[in-house]
T-cell receptor, first 113, second 114 residues
Framework: GDSVTQMEGPVTLSEEAFLTINCTYT??????LFWYVQYPGEGLQLLLK?????DKGSNKGFEATYRKETTSFHLEKGSVQVSDSAVYFCASFGGTSYGKLTFGQGTILTVHP | GAVVSQHPSRVICKSGTSVKIECRSLDFQATTMFWYRQFPKKSLMLMATSNEGSKATYEQGVEKDKFLINHASLTLSTLTVTSAHPEDSSFYICSAQGDPYEQYFGPGTRLTVT
C-alpha cells in the first residue's frame, strides 16, 4: 500500500534559520502531495500542495516541490519564525489508497528566539 | 471558505458512558467525511470514512459497534463513542472532503474518560 515517510524529529532551530523537513512517498500512480501544519491543541491546516510532478507548492514562505524521480516532497523555508513552531505532516492522496489521505508520522518543529 | 467545525472541543466523561462528537461543514456540502484519532505526539490514524446516506466504512481494527458513525446530512457527521473507557481517551479529528478531493479538517475534540 501507499506510505509516507518523514524525517525524524523533533527539529529545533533558532529564529531566521533555514528549515528542511524531508518527506518521501511510495505510491502506485501519481498521487497528490500535501503538507499540513498542526498548532498545539488544534486540528490540521493545509499548508501547501502539489498535484503533479515538478509542481511547486508554496505558502507563507514555505515551499515544496513534487519530485517524481526521487519520490520526494521536501518542505523548506528560508527563514523560520517562532510562530512556525508546530507539527508538520506530509501526506499523499491517491495511488492505491484511493479516497484516503496517507500521513507521515509528523515532525515537531520548535523555533527559539 | 471551507470551514469545518467540531463540537465539543473538549469533553470529560465517566467510564461506561457514551459521548457524541459532531462534525459540521459550515459553508460547503460534504458527501464524504473522515474520522481520525490522534495519540499524543503521533500521527493521525484514520478510523472510518463516513458517506452521507450510507453506512460508514471502518478501517481494520476499529470496532464499528464501539465507534458509531452517522452521516445524516451533507453537512453533519457524528461519532459516538459508546461505553467509553480510559483507553478511548484521545484527540479525535474529523475532516470533510471538498472539491477536488481536498480534505478540510476540523479543530479536533479532546476526549478524556475518567
Amino acid at each position: 500500500g501507499d506510505s509516507v515517510t518523514q524525517m525524524e524529529g523533533p527539529v529545533t532551530l533558532s529564529e531566521e534559520a533555514f528549515l528542511t523537513i524531508n518527506c518521501t512517498y511510495t505510491a502506485t500512480g501519481y498521487p497528490s502531495l500535501f503538507w499540513y501544519v498542526q498548532y498545539p491543541g488544534e486540528g490540521l491546516q493545509l499548508l501547501l500542495k502539489a498535484t503533479k510532478a515538478d509542481d511547486k507548492g508554496s505558502n507563507k514562505g514555505f515551499e515544496a516541490t513534487y519530485r517524481k524521480e526521487t519520490t520526494s516532497f521536501h518542505l523548506e523555508k528560508g527563514s523560520v519564525q517562532v510562530s512556525d513552531s508546530a507539527v508538520y505532516f506530509c501526506a499523499s492522496f491517491g495511488g492505491t489508497s484511493y479516497g484516503k489521505l496517507t500521513f507521515g508520522q509528523g515532525t515537531i518543529l520548535t523555533v527559539h528566539p | 471558505g471551507a470551514v469545518v467545525s467540531q463540537h465539543p472541543s473538549r469533553v470529560i466523561c465517566k467510564s461506561g458512558t457514551s459521548v457524541k462528537i459532531e462534525c459540521r461543514s459550515l459553508d460547503f456540502q460534504a458527501t464524504t467525511m473522515f474520522w481520525y484519532r490522534q495519540f499524543p505526539k503521533k500521527s493521525l490514524m484514520l478510523m472510518a470514512t463516513s458517506n452521507e446516506g450510507s453506512k460508514a466504512t471502518y478501517e481494520q481494527g476499529v470496532e464499528k459497534d464501539k465507534f458509531l458513525i452517522n452521516h445524516a446530512s451533507l453537512t453533519l457527521s457524528t461519532l459516538t463513542v459508546t461505553s467509553a473507557h480510559p483507553e478511548d481517551s484521545s484527540f479525535y479529528i474529523c475532516s470533510a472532503q471538498g472539491d477536488p478531493y481536498e480534505q478540510y479538517f476540523g479543530p479536533g475534540t479532546r476526549l478524556t474518560v475518567t
